[in-house]
């Protein structure tokens, strides 16, 4: 099944498409991808807390709530940063910035709560209202397509779609675009309805310098996310390594580091001679071994 990711990791080089996904070849661990993970787990709890136990001064409280729940998700994913090998300074000066990120990002939330108790209403009331549904996966069997959608505000009946970012630059790329337009369609397919606007939460950006960037979903946004999905199914029929074309370009290598894939590329290293298996298909196996060992000792019971 294709995913956003699936889909732009192909349009950026069809190769490193088959090492991932055909090869199921693992990549190294990034800071980036491992903190990414847990400044989404920290604003997807902050709005489970329950708006009653926080009091006047909400500012204050929203700010110390998303610092504990980084730091929560930070020691819950311990091992993962310390596959990465970085210095503990190195590992404190990430916790940091992802820290200045969050709490910038609530300035966005304290708009949205200010608006709504500019209209009378309580922080409590505001705050459920404001609540987005977060982190949720949306399928499509007829494009055999899925993707998970970090945030769906639904104000006064505009739904917006909107994805966290913790890139370098504030701008919505072709690839963003692709991932946006296949989550409005998904959303179509679901609800029959097209939401109003897709975007991004470019995190360490405040509002005025494109910490929130939309787009306005039509019928052209759908129809493109359609048709690349359509495309990449087409080309990524073969198992064959010779359908999928090297593109080399400044991502192979760059001065302080190279693509994950680069000695199979160009340096001969041998390539498994089976695909690997994915973490799914481990499990699968693994309950499936489990479950034969319980239904036999259970017939032998029986005897
Ligand atoms: S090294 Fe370059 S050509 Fe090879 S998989 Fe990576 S991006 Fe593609």
Redesign the pocket.
Known sequence: MQSPSSINTYL??P??YF?VYKWKLPGSPSIHLVRGVVAHAALEHLYSVLPEVISDNYKANLKVIVTELLKKFWRENKSDFDELNMTPQQLDAYFEETKDMLIQHLSLIFEKLETQMSKGLSFSDAFRKIKPVCEKEYKSWDYYVRGFIDVIEDVDGKVRLMDYKTSKAAKISDAYKLQLAIYAMLYELEHGVKPSEVGIYFLKFPKSQGGEMTLKVDDELIKHGKFMIEQIHASTDSDNIIDYK????P??KWSSG??D??DY??NGKPLPPEPLKSQWEIQKEKEEAEKKVIAEKEASLDN
């Open positions: 950026q080089c190769r490193k090492y090297k593109n080399e370009t991502l192979c190279q693509c894939y680069y590329c160009f």
